[in-house]
């Protein structure tokens, strides 16, 4: 069964530092999400692309974020300058649609010391 | 907040027996869905219900949907011990398909 897949699965970085998230979403699927789940919180929306743009973004995406999808398969997220209060476990999600299945990956847990 | 919250915050329940967990919601949705997430892990999708649906199955999951009063509810019967979870009801709304999660129910299946 497809599955989407995201990489690495754990990221420690030096604040001030750039992290890019990797993901490889369902290949017949049209829309990516990024999310994002602090430590027993709930899980938040960051980004959602379609077309090769932002079609949403919430107001934790800020200037510091930025999403690629770089070939026909990969999906990325970049933090340009990480906090501390980045520390969250990152997940990817695809969907064949606007209002159907979003899939969720493994998530990328990020610690940022 | 447009964000649903789930009751009970935590259940705990012995195999075999029906676990039942609630999902309210303020404003009219597009749909609903539900995912487990075990500790730490990724989250896992298991239904979506559609605004314009009441009650849908998959095995032994069923999840009704009630508009007029904006709350869902996921039936697990027969539960085992690996149901044991968090399980968390997200909704998406018309004018986006951006998820918007719960807080969640953590469920404990005892053996």
């Known amino acids: 069964e497809p599955e989407v897949t995201q990489t690495p699965s754990h990221q420690v970085t030096q604040m001030g530092q750039e992290v890019i998230l990797r993901c490889v979403p369902i290949?017949?699927?049209?829309?990516f999400y990024w999310y994002r789940q602090i430590l027993g919180q709930k899980v938040e929306f960051l980004v959602s692309?379609?077309?090769?743009?932002?079609?949403?973004k919430s107001e934790i995406f800020d200037d510091q974020f930025s999403v690629e999808r770089p070939d026909g398969s990969n999906f990325t997220l970049k933090i340009r300058s990480t906090k501390l209060e980045d520390s969250a476990m990152y997940f990817c999600?695809?969907?064949?649609?606007?209002?159907?299945?979003?899939?969720f990956g493994p998530g990328t847990r990020l610690t940022v010391t | 907040s447009q964000q649903g919250e789930e009751d009970p915050q935590a259940l705990s329940i012995q195999e075999g027996e029906n676990a039942t967990m609630n999902c309210s919601y303020k404003?009219?949705?597009?749909?609903l869905q539900w995912y487990r997430q075990n500790s730490g892990r990724g989250l896992v999708h298991l239904i979506l219900?559609?605004?314009?649906?009441r009650e849908k199955h998959s095995g032994r999951l069923r999840v009704t949907l009630d508009t007029s009063k904006k709350s869902s509810s996921l039936l697990i019967t027969a539960s085992r011990a690996a149901d044991t979870a968090s399980y968390f009801c997200?909704?998406?709304?018309?004018?986006?398909?951006?998820?918007?999660f719960g807080t969640g129910t953590r469920l404990q299946v005892f053996p």
């Open positions: 692309f379609y077309n090769n743009e932002i079609s949403e």
């Open positions: 999600a695809s969907s064949r649609g606007t209002f159907y299945e979003q899939y």
């Open positions: 404003t009219s949705i597009n749909n």
């Open positions: 997200a909704t998406v709304y018309p004018n986006t398909d951006k998820l918007i």
């Open positions: 290949s017949n699927h049209l829309y």
């Open positions: 219900i559609r605004s314009n649906e």
